[in-house]
Structures are given as structure tokens and as C-alpha cells.
């Protein structure tokens, strides 16, 4: 009896310390190049953005954050250069226990990002590649669309405005099948409550009811579960 209290007090010292549990993560890298700066872990609660930690650098780019996790979820590592410009600041990761790394260079800050460690972002980044496809051919049409030679041709316009529409539904689809697929994976809610809240309420309601009990009662779990319950009282007024 002795060594089991001995044993869960010591435990809560662990914790109470600092120590690393079971819903930990640990995001630690190196920002090649970086002398100045401050660098800040950051999320999105409630709409509003919120630092959990930062770190000032000065002439060394390792950086290490913790931080206790309800769930996994959407992160943001940002820098501040002091430079006056936000452009390529911030990094987009999907955040779980356990230990990340995040490798990058200071002058392409975002674009060249290594993240390893996390399951549920490298099923992001393989949504997100395929996405990007998409997004890119509606920015082709929409370019072609603005040409003064296509906007003085109706039949020219018209039929780029279906393939806009063509795409956009291809869009959808392959977003709604990504999150189908992969329903033991808390991107999953994530993609029908961020990217696709506004599909079909039949999709949505099938990838909420084909989500894993863990995932189900993740953050963006019970986004999505919220999300159907008002969608339905509204078609129902």
C-alpha cells in the first residue's frame, strides 16, 4: 500500500512539475537562419486566436514548446521577424499528443516547412495537395474570366462559368469522399466543418455517423455534431 501511494504521489509531482503525460505535445525544431525574432505556438478557440506559448530567439533558431492536449487540433507556429512584413509567417499544422518536429528556414518560412511526428497532418497535407489542385484551376477560370475578350464572348463566359461550377462540385466531392474515408482520423470532422459546412446536410450526416467514438468526441467531433443539430432545426422552420 505504501508503494502505490509512493508511487501516485510521485506521479503528482511529475505533472504538477511539468512532466509529459499521455496528452502532451511537444513541438520542437529549428528555424535555419533565424537570428532575431519571436516565435509563437498558436489556435483558434471561439474564433478568437490564442497564444499558448512563446519564445524570443537570439542568434539560435531551436525552438521547443509543450502544451496539454482536449484533443487534437488545427495549430499555428508564427513568427515575428520584426520585419514589417507578415507575408510567410505562419505555419499550419494539425497538432496530437506526442512528439513534432517542425524544420524550416527563416526567409521561406511556410513554404518549406518539414513536419513530422503527427498521423492526423500528414492526412491533412494529403487532403490539402489534392485540394490545392482544384483551387488552382478556379483561380485559372476566374482569371480567364476577367479577360475583356471573355467577357465581350457570352457563349465564352457562360461556358467557363460551368466549368467553374463543374469544378467547384468536384471540389466538394472529393472532400466529402476524404472525409468518408478516413473516419478514424480527426481530420475528418475537421474537413465537414471547416471546408464543406455547407454541403448537402445528407453528406454531412453520413461522416458524422461513420466517425470512430475517439473521433467522435474530439473537438472538431462534436463541431460537426452541433453543426448538424442546428442545420436540421433550421430546414425543419
Not at 501516485?8 to 525544431?29: D, F, H, Q, R, Y
Not at 498521423?119 to 479577360?147: C, H, I, W
Amino acid at each position: 500500500m505504501k508503494k502505490i501511494l509512493m508511487v501516485a504521489v510521485l506521479a503528482i509531482v511529475i505533472i504538477s512539475c511539468g512532466g509529459s503525460t499521455e496528452n502532451t505535445m511537444t513541438v520542437t525544431g529549428n528555424v535555419k537562419g533565424l537570428k532575431k525574432g519571436t516565435l509563437y505556438l498558436q489556435y483558434i478557440a471561439d474564433t478568437t486566436l490564442i497564444t499558448v506559448d512563446s519564445l524570443v530567439v537570439d542568434g539560435d533558431g531551436n525552438f521547443s514548446f509543450s502544451t496539454e492536449l482536449e484533443s487534437p487540433e488545427l495549430f499555428y507556429l508564427y513568427l515575428d521577424k520584426k520585419d514589417n512584413n507578415s507575408i510567410n509567417d505562419r505555419i499550419t499544422f494539425f497538432g496530437e499528443p506526442g512528439n513534432i518536429t517542425i524544420n524550416t528556414n527563416w526567409n521561406t518560412f511556410d513554404l518549406n516547412a518539414k513536419i513530422e511526428g503527427s498521423k492526423s497532418n500528414e492526412k491533412l497535407k494529403e487532403y490539402l495537395e489534392v485540394m490545392s489542385k482544384f483551387n488552382t484551376k478556379n483561380l485559372e477560370y476566374a482569371r480567364l474570366s476577367m479577360d475583356p475578350k471573355t467577357q465581350s464572348d457570352s457563349v465564352a463566359f457562360d461556358s467557363l462559368q460551368n466549368l467553374t461550377n463543374k469544378n467547384v462540385k468536384r471540389g466538394y466531392l472529393y472532400a466529402i469522399n476524404f472525409a468518408l474515408n478516413n473516419a478514424d482520423s480527426y481530420v475528418a470532422p475537421y474537413i465537414a466543418v471547416k471546408e464543406v459546412s455547407d454541403a448537402n446536410l445528407k453528406y454531412l450526416d453520413s461522416i458524422n455517423n461513420s466517425l470512430s467514438p475517439e473521433v467522435a468526441k474530439s473537438k472538431y467531433g462534436q463541431e460537426l455534431k452541433e453543426h448538424l443539430e442546428v442545420a436540421k432545426k433550421e430546414a425543419k422552420q
